[in-house]
């Protein structure tokens, strides 16, 4: 036999990756984005597809419309892995005549199974802003808002008295209320609960349109905030209300913070540039979109210690502030908030395309992926859904 002909005879590359499960590749991201880093209102994970399933290609995008659902079919996929979940607001129905129904039936039909790292990705180490600290060059450093899972969260939970014992077994059960060697450690104390059911409003207790008042106990505990999540749903599906109302604040602890998981990254530039400049930069090293970039603030003011946060960040606005950064770069920045930071003393902010400031991290999910052996793509679908930018035209003297 020829050299030549040697290649004819071997097993093709995607045969020998074929053991490879949707599994496989949920464990490799979720090992890279633990689901404990995601905020307690995201849904993450496994979407759609079944674990077991072989899997021999991967491709990845931020979000999962339905271009990019007939797109990762079109690449004969067996995975697509996204940023933003499919299925984050609640949908009665899955039906393939749904805009959400359709492209689930569309991976479905295709045999691609969809799976979301959202902020589980944001607060990983690297994460999201991890991969914009370094496009718009600095080194990033600790996190803007820090999210601990190594922590402890103080909890406070109200439910109705008859309740109070079968709400906090389930919580014990789920890992609540241990403290060193002691288990089921809880504080009640007995008060009156009170709301007014609107119009759509199911309540267990009381009627639509009439003020209720109950008797209930507040029950405080203690848990690791790696099962913040787990809590959640534990309560929702203990707790007898349609809305229990409870809070949840992580307990102040010391930790080496530039290396912390969290949202958002501060580093410094190597040279302080102006703010002019530094936009400038910042506009060259995201994809292009038809927003483009703008900033507020001095042009001429000289930056150097930077705040990113991919994705929405106005929320932040007051941390940058407060951390000392001299612009912080962010997306969908709005005007009464950006007015208001900057009367306060607040730092400059640039302002980018959402899907901009986000979309590279899909290299990053590529390369955590591809050492499983599986052939992996970036669908460079822009999925940013503003099209058109028009400035007045001005008339030539």
């Keep these: 036999m020829t050299d030549h002909a040697a ?7 995607a045969a020998a990756t074929t053991r490879t499960t949707v599994a496989d590749v949920v464990r490799a991201l979720e090992e890279a984005y633990p689901p404990e880093l995601a905020e307690s209102w995201d849904q993450v994970g496994l979407i759609c597809g079944d674990p077991a399933d072989p899997v021999r290609k991967v491709v990845f995008a931020l979000d999962c419309t339905l271009e990019v659902a007939r797109e990762a079919v079109d690449k004969q996929a067996q995975m ?3 940023h933003h979940p499919l299925l984050l607001r609640g949908v009665h129905s899955v039906a393939a005549d749904t805009p959400k129904g359709r492209v689930i039936h569309t991976l479905l039909k295709g045999g691609v199974a969809l799976f979301a790292a959202h902020t589980n990705a944001d607060s990983a180490r690297p994460g999201v802003s991890d991969k914009l600290a370094e496009l718009v060059g600095i080194t990033p450093g600790r996190p803007i808002k820090p999210v601990l899972t190594s922590g402890t969260d103080k909890w406070g939970v109200q439910v109705p008295d008859a309740d109070a014992a079968r709400v906090k077994a389930a919580l014990f059960d789920a890992g609540a209320g241990a403290i060193g060697d002691y288990r089921e450690c809880a504080f009640s104390v007995r008060g009156t609960g009170e709301f007014t059911p609107l119009e759509g409003a199911d309540p267990a207790e009381g009627a639509v349109g009439q003020h209720h008042e109950g008797a209930e106990t507040r029950v405080e505990f203690v848990a690791p905030t790696r099962l913040r999540r787990t809590l959640v749903s534990a309560l929702r599906e203990a707790h007898p209300y349609e809305e229990p109302a409870f809070d949840v604040v992580q307990i102040a602890e010391t930790a080496d913070l530039a290396h912390a998981t969290g949202l958002g990254r501060i580093g410094e530039l190597p040279e302080a540039m102006t703010l002019a400049q530094f936009t400038r930069r910042v506009a060259n090293a995201l994809p292009e979109t038809v927003w483009g970039v703008r900033a507020a603030g001095d042009p001429e003011r000289m930056v150097k210690r930077v705040a990113v946060s991919s994705g929405a960040g106005d929320g932040f606005l007051d941390d940058a502030r407060k951390l000392g950064v001299d612009v912080f770069v962010t997306s969908d ?31 990053q999910a590529a390369g955590i992926v591809a050492p499983l052996g599986v052939d992996t793509e970036i669908l460079r679908i822009r999925t940013d859904p503003w099209t058109v930018s028009a400035h007045p035209e001005r008339s030539k003297r």
């Design 7 to 13: 290649p004819r005879t071997a097993p093709p590359a």
């Design 80 to 82: 697509l892995v996204v």
């Design 333 to 363: 920045l709005r005007h009464h908030p950006v007015d208001e930071h900057l009367r306060a003393g607040g730092p400059a902010v640039i302002d980018t395309a959402h899907w901009a400031s986000e979309f590279p991290w899909t290299e």
